[in-house]
């Protein structure tokens, strides 16, 4: 018997997770360090993972979570019919120095296939969000994008400091794509960098490594407004591993891809 998903549900949970970012109290808020250069765990990140997995278990007792942060409810097993990919925070750092630019991205997947996604930015009250097959939508607004250029567009990327291995041939090619383009950009929050291109804002999302937890969400909503999200050799995504990113309009993807391959990323990226 197919499971009926209530998808407005999962929506208002996350709309609920982005008021406990709001209400933070970021001056007296616990910080821990984990592991690699700058890379944090604030006490708001678990707040936000433990509300999420306690909502979203009583929406959908059978699924599963695959969480970034370690709290007691954050059980990984990646062997049931659907997965929750959480990011309870998605800009972390952006978050801790007040930038007022983070997302609760939350991607459900069902036997290994993303099938929703919801990427809600509390600070300007955006929420990107897809079901499989039902469109992309920014709030109510449906998300259709034009099939830009890099040439007529901007470029967005992505590196974290805990991530530095091979960071000169990102940067060669944010370089090549800067004088190809319009502009770049570093949003610090993967998923809505991501989820911005399906509205149009960016033509290219590219970063070396991310969790799948970063992009799962995203993906689908990308893919639901016409975009392409591959791995920079262009290589499936995984949902099980980190891997790299490279996510577009049709066009600049295309684009994209040549240059990476002349730049020597081959399908190890
Ligand atoms: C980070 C953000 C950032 C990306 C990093 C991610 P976090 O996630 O998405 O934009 O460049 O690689 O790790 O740590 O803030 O959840
Ligand atoms: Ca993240
Ligand atoms: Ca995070």
Known sequence: MRIVIDFKAIEKCVKEAGQIVLAANLENASVEKKTGDANFCTEYDVKVQKFLIDELSKILP???????????????????????????????????????????????????????????????????????????????????????A???????????RYNESKVDILFSTVKELFLKSLSIRSGGSAAIDISRIAKGANVIYIELKLQPYDYAAASVILEEAGG???????GEISLTEPCSILAGTKKAHEEVMKIAKEKGYNSEF
């Open 150 to 160: 890099v040439s007529e567009g901007i470029i967005a990327f992505g590196c974290a």
């Open 62 to 148: 059978e699924a599963s979570f695959f969480g970034e942060e370690e709290t007691s409810n954050n059980i990984k097993d990646l062997s049931r019919e659907y997965t929750f990919y959480i990011d309870p925070i998605d800009g972390t750092t952006n978050f801790m120095f007040g930038y007022n630019h983070s997302s609760i991205s939350v991607g459900l997947a069902r036997n290994g296939k993303m099938i929703a996604g919801f990427v809600y930015n509390p600070y300007v009250d955006e929420m990107y969000k897809a079901v499989r097959n039902e469109g992309a939508f920014v709030n109510d607004k449906p998300l259709k994008m034009e099939n830009k």
């Open 228 to 234: 392409v999200i591959t791995r920079i050799g262009g």
